[in-house]
Structure formats: structure tokens, C-alpha cells
């Protein structure tokens, strides 16, 4: 396999019957090259036959004289698919998929912040781009290496007005009351109620995936584990992945399970403190207490056996850097016990409690249809009744044998998304305690070789939606470039909707049963 | 209601921390001295976040906790720069958040100090400069104390503005 189709070094195939080569790797990904018709047909056709776009993005690799590229990976039929479409490196443009998949939307702007690549969209606003740089810079080129600052007052954003008797409008942010990510929220209201909310993200850019390209694969774990530290270990697992696909690197089975363990235990710490804090913006601060008092004693418990409260840097690509002994073992066995305890009696307590229900039920309501036409992933999916779980649908090792349930609620409010949590740290603590019974015995981590493959792709389904990263490598040049999607790019779209004709002060809760990513969005 | 009673008084009284003494607050930097005599022994603080992965984030609400307490050693968070005395700041200040970051320390009323918390906050964190991030609190506005960690743990946070108080 090349990132080069071998025929003629230029890699184009008529129509929709591509090439499709197998990645290696746990997940059954499936790559091809695509010209212009094949690419819109393809689209068209896993539209109509309820695909999935996981993420789409691009790459400079004018290096390899293939322009610039624009990658979508979607999930189809029993397989996931990615494909790369080259564009000429004079004149980059793509045909838009978020007439197809609205989820498109935004990474389409973000395309064209960061490499200058343009589609047919009609929302031509800038994303990512605030006031770091220019409309005429574009950061991930290859060639690009500093812009100056544009002054704000010279790059006004257009938020859309609403208009009509009684409409105003509320602005929230960049700089939040609480303590949060910044991110700014124009609500366009009338007296209590909500018209329009319109999100603005994009403050928290850090320009990762610049950094990443100057760094070598297998170093800069540390940096992709710090992207969005409560998914710390999800992210850096799914980098992992990504670098040991190109590196043929085969994980020790121990090590694999040790990474399960990880990723469900990082499930249970941000369920923990999501509901205290949903109790808390429901009015109910006892719910705050008790759960930030269990999800303390839980990362107190992470930062005795692995080192660190939110597992930063114990997944590392070829495996894990930490190991547990039958002390640990059963340290955490009586710690599952003692949580599943009392996380059942605060249910009951929470279930029972008519004021914080009264909140709870109805609010910030997305039913199945409307998430299903968003591209709804993760967590707040399975709030609203749609099946979305890789640990079910492509399960990989361990939880091809772990056998995972999935959790659904169907009525898509603030409600659903507290009992999908609670039902999650039920199915995550058994989760644990099977990987603790049956966890295999030898090394935990095998050392990773130089990358010489060209493509790499790997998700781990983290606490919010599945995590993914695509690594592509021009070997000739010595290039590589890193695309890290967060699941919060589909699901911020969704709070927009699910807040409609709320009431403003139910805002902070219903943003709260979504708990999305700035930093991971925003990167 | 019995049911919550009954967990209430399940879960007791949490054993109170006292306030660390001097000479345990190592890791911290700070230049001025106590704020005991400028500000009293009741700090408001209010948070920035200017680009963080949101690792220090997750300490400063566990600072809230039972265990950790914050407000029992007379800090508290607010809700807006006018009621505060300390601006906690986070993360390696995102271009897109460097003139929030100014408005909001031009916000808060006179004596103020500033608390740089975390490794990026402190420039010694994975986001060194670069087109979408300026660096160090520092350089955007002046600090006064450092709390460096990846996240720090709520304990060193504490002893930190323990220490601002208790000195």
C-alpha cells in the first residue's frame, strides 16, 4: 500500500467503483482514492443509506505533488471508509458534503481557515478564525510559517439577527461566569425564551495539528494526551492506534486490556462529576457534594495505581506505561463495589426528588429524528435513542470479547442524558470488573518501530463520542500530518436545537447534560 | 427525603485541612508579599480560562469538593471580574484570548493580584508559542504568583493561596 496509487502516481478512478485497499489496525477501515464525481457519488450514496460522516479534513502534500488533499472518513454498511480526493495545489476546491451531512458545516469553514481548501457551502464565515490570523493565511500549509494578529474591529464575525417585536439578544462569553472552557453564545430571545442560540468556538486554537507535524510520531503522545485532558486517555489512545497502524506495531493482549480499563474508568470519573454538577445546576447541591465527593475518592484512587488523577500519559503508542498488581487488582474490585453502592442509592435519592425531576424532564429536548438528521454521535445519540457505540458496533480487542451493552434512553431530554450516565457507570464498573477477572498475563507494552506505512486511523469511543485520529505519511519527503477529531464538532450543533424554546436560565443545565469540548473542538 | 437524610448523615463531617504552613508551599512562586494586609483574609477569585485543555479546570472544581474545601480557607470563586480580588488564569493564552484576558484583568478593581496556574499559564507547558498562542500569562499581563503542574493537584493549589492568605 502507498499513499501514491502505483499506476500512475497520480490517484484518480472513474466513477464510484474506487480501489478500496484494508488499513491495518483493530477497525475494518477501508481506504480509496476518489476524483470529483466519485467523491459526490459516494457521499450521495452512504447518505441515502444512513452512513455516517465521522470527520472530514485535509493535508498539504503539494511535497508529494498531489496538491492539496481532503479526507472524509464515514462509517457504512460493516466498514469505515475514507477517502481522499486531490485538488490542485493552485486553485484547492472540493464538492461540500454538508448539503448531504449538516455535521460537514463547520469542519468545511475549518478546511478553509487552515488550508485555504474552498467548497460549495453557502456558509463562507470564517470557523477557527479569529483574530490569530489573517483571511489570506493559512496556517497548515506547508509553506506557512508566521502571521501577524488581525485587530477584531478590521474582521468582524456576522452572527445572524433575528428580527421581529420583543426579539434581543443575549451575549455569553468568550469569558464564561462559571469555570469553563471560553466559548461565546448569542441567544436571540424573547423575554425568557430562547428563538436561536448561535454558537462561536474557535478561542481555544492552539494550532495542534501545526505542532504535531514537526515533532516525530511516536513522541508526541504527550502533547495529543493534553488536547482535552477529562478525555486524556481516550485521545491518547486513539492516537496510539493511528501510529501503531503505521508502524505495524502489534500491542501485547495485556496492554490492550489495561487500555479498556483506562478508557472505562476515565467513563466513570467524567460521569461522576457531570451528574454532581447537573444536580448542582438542577438546585440541588447535596447531589454536588456526594458525587464530587465519589468522583474524588475515584481519581485519588487513578493517581495511587497509575500515576495520575486524569491518566495523562499512561497510554503510549505499542501499548500502556503502567501495570497493576493483584493488590491494585482488588483495590479496585472493593472500589467498584463501594461506587455502584452508592451511586445507586444517590439515584433513588435523585429519581425520587420532585424539584430536581421537575427540572430535569423535558428540558433541552432532541428527539431521534432531528439527532439522527445532525449526525448526532456519542453519548448525547444514545440520550435520544440512536445506536452509536464503537464499542458494539466495531468492537474491538478487548471488547470483542468483553461484549459491551449499550445504554439507550429514548425521550432525548436533560433526563435521558442523566439515566444514560448512570446506566454507563453501571455497564462501565462490570466492564471493569470482567477486564480485572480475566485480564491476561505477559508484557504490557512492545516497543514501537519507525513509521513506514502511509495511512493510519484510530477511534476509541470516549466518554462523550468516539475519538478519532488519522494519521497520513508521505514517506518520500518525510512528511506526516495528524487530524485529531473530537465528537463534539457533531454534537455542538445540537445543543443549538435541543435549546430551542427553553428558557434561558435552563440553559446552563442543558449545556451541562451535553458537557461539550472547547479545547477538543478547537485544538 | 428520609433517603437523603439518611446519606447525609451517612457520609459525617469531612476532617478539616488547616492551613498549610510556609515552609510547605515549595513549588510556589511568588513576588509579592501577603495579601493579608491589602485584601483581608477573604479572597475572591475569578477564573479565565485562555485556552487550557481544561486539566486545570477539572482541579479547580475538585478544589470545590468536600475534601479540598476551598471556601473554608475564606477563597471563593465569583462570577464576574468587578467582585474580585485574584484573577486565576489558565492555559497558554490562545491568540483569540488575549484581548478577553486584558479586558477581563482591566476589570477587576485595584488591589488585584494574579495567579498563573498550571504549566502552559506558566510557559513551561507542551504549547510553546506559535501562530495561535502568544505563551505565559506573563506576557499578556503581569503575574504575580505561578502555580506550575500538569494539572497541579487541588493540594498544591490550596497551599498556594493558603499561603497568599496565611503569610
Known amino acids: 500500500m502507498s499513499f501514491v496509487h502505483p499506476n500512475d502516481g497520480f490517484p484518480m478512478t472513474r466513477g464510484p467503483a474506487v480501489g478500496w485497499a484494508r488499513l491495518p489496525g483493530p477497525l475494518p477501515v477501508d481506504h480509496a482514492w476518489v476524483d470529483d464525481a466519485s467523491w459526490r457519488a459516494l457521499c450521495e450514496q452512504w447518505h441515502a443509506q444512513d452512513g455516517r460522516l465521522i470527520t472530514l479534513w485535509g493535508s498539504d502534500e503539494r511535497p508529494a505533488g498531489l496538491g492539496f488533499v481532503v479526507h472524509a472518513v464515514f462509517t457504512y454498511a460493516d466498514a469505515w471508509h475514507w477517502i481522499s480526493l486531490a485538488t490542485p495545489g493552485d486553485r484547492p476546491r472540493f464538492s461540500a458534503l454538508s448539503d448531504l451531512f449538516p455535521e460537514a458545516a463547520r469542519l468545511e469553514r475549518a478546511l478553509f481557515d487552515l488550508l485555504g481548501i474552498s467548497c460549495d457551502a453557502r456558509d463562507k464565515r470564517p470557523w477557527l478564525r479569529h483574530e490569530a490570523w489573517g483571511p489570506a493565511d493559512f496556517p497548515l500549509r506547508r509553506d506557512f510559517t508566521q502571521a501577524a494578529p488581525v485587530p477584531k474591529e478590521a474582521d468582524p464575525y456576522p452572527f445572524v439577527r433575528v428580527q421581529g417585536a420583543g426579539v434581543h439578544e443575549i451575549a455569553v462569553g468568550p469569558v464564561h461566569a462559571g469555570t469553563i472552557e471560553p466559548g461565546h453564545f448569542r441567544f436571540s430571545v424573547v423575554g425568557d425564551e430562547i428563538l436561536r442560540l448561535e454558537e462561536r468556538l474557535g478561542y481555544t486554537h492552539k494550532g495542534i495539528a501545526k505542532r504535531l507535524e514537526g515533532m516525530g510520531l511516536t513522541d508526541a503522545g504527550r502533547l495529543v494526551g493534553r488536547v482535552c485532558a477529562d478525555s486524556t486517555a481516550a485521545y491518547a489512545g486513539a492516537y496510539a492506534l493511528a501510529v501503531e497502524a503505521v508502524s505495524a506495531c502489534a500491542v501485547p493482549p495485556r496492554g490492550v486490556w489495561l487500555r479498556a ?13 457531570d451528574l454532581g454538577a447537573l ?32 491518566l495523562m500519559d499512561t497510554i503510549v503508542p505499542g501499548g500502556v506505561a503502567c501495570d497493576i498488581d493483584s493488590a491494585a487488582i482488588s483495590d479496585m474490585e472493593r472500589e467498584c463495589t463501594a461506587l455502584l453502592e452508592a451511586t445507586r442509592r444517590l439515584r433513588h435519592i435523585i429519581d425520587d426528588h420532585a424539584g430536581l425531576q421537575e427540572r430535569f424532564l423535558g428540558a433541552g429536548r432532541l428527539d431521534r429524528t432531528r439527532a439522527r438528521a445532525l449526525g448526532a454521535v456519542g453519548l448525547a445519540a444514545r440520550a435520544s435513542g440512536i445506536h452509536s457505540d464503537l464499542r458494539l458496533l466495531w468492537p474491538s480487542p478487548p471488547y470483542d470479547s468483553l461484549k459491551a451493552r449499550i445504554c439507550l434512553q429514548e425521550q432525548g431530554d436533560v433526563a435521558a442524558r442523566v439515566a444514560v450516565r448512570f446506566d454507563e457507570i453501571e455497564e462501565s464498573a462490570r466492564l471493569i470488573r470482567v477486564i480485572l477477572a480475566e485480564i491476561p498475563q505477559g508484557p504490557v507494552r512492545a516497543p514501537c518501530a519507525p513509521p513506514k506505512g502511509t495511512l493510519g486511523l484510530g477511534a476509541v469511543e470516549g466518554w462523550r463520542g468516539p475519538i478519532v485520529v488519522a494519521i497520513t505519511r508521505t514517506p518520500e519527503c518525510a512528511r506526516h500530518h495528524v ?11 445540537l445543543l443549538e436545537h435541543a435549546v430551542l424554546l427553553d428558557l434561558v436560565p435552563d440553559f446552563p443545565l442543558i449545556n451541562k447534560s451535553f458537557n461539550l469540548a472547547y479545547s477538543g473542538h478547537d485544538q | 427525603m428520609h433517603k437523603l437524610l439518611r446519606q447525609i448523615v451517612k457520609t459525617g463531617m469531612l476532617r478539616s485541612r488547616p492551613c498549610p504552613r510556609r515552609d510547605r508551599a515549595r513549588d510556589i512562586h511568588t513576588s509579592p508579599p501577603s495579601l493579608a494586609e491589602e485584601l483581608g483574609r477573604a479572597l475572591a477569585v475569578r477564573h479565565v480560562d485562555t485556552g487550557s485543555c481544561n486539566g486545570c479546570e477539572l482541579e479547580i472544581q475538585a478544589l470545590g469538593n468536600a475534601i479540598y474545601n476551598l471556601a473554608a480557607i475564606g477563597v471563593r470563586l465569583v462570577a464576574s471580574p468587578r ?18 484576558l486584558r479586558a477581563t484583568y482591566d476589570a477587576v478593581p485595584a488591589p488585584k ?5 498550571g504549566d502552559c499559564a506558566c510557559g513551561c507547558g507542551v504549547y510553546s508559542p506559535n501562530y495561535a498562542t502568544v505563551g505565559k500569562v506573563d506576557d ?7 502555580i506550575p503542574g500538569c494539572p497541579p493537584p487541588p493540594e498544591t493549589i490550596r497551599e498556594a493561596f493558603a499561603t497568599l492568605i496565611c503569610r
Open chain 2, 113 to 117: 493580584r494574579v495567579v498563573a496556574l
Open chain 2, 83 to 100: 467582585h474580585a480580588d485574584i484573577l486565576l488564569v489558565t492555559g497558554p493564552v490562545a491568540r483569540a484570548m488575549a484581548a478577553p
Open chain 2, 140 to 146: 499578556v499581563i503581569p503575574v504575580d504568583v505561578a
Open chain 1, 483 to 493: 487530524h485529531i477529531h473530537d465528537p463534539s464538532w457533531q454534537n455542538w450543533p
Open chain 1, 261 to 273: 480499563l483506562l478508557w472505562e474508568r476515565e467513563r466513570i470519573a467524567n460521569h461522576l462529576g
Open chain 1, 279 to 310: 444536580c448542582q445546576d438542577g438546585g440541588l447541591a447535596f447531589g454536588h457534594t456526594q458525587f464530587g465527593l465519589l468522583k474524588e475518592r475515584y481519581l485519588q484512587t487513578q493517581a495511587r495505581l497509575f500515576g495520575h488523577r486524569y
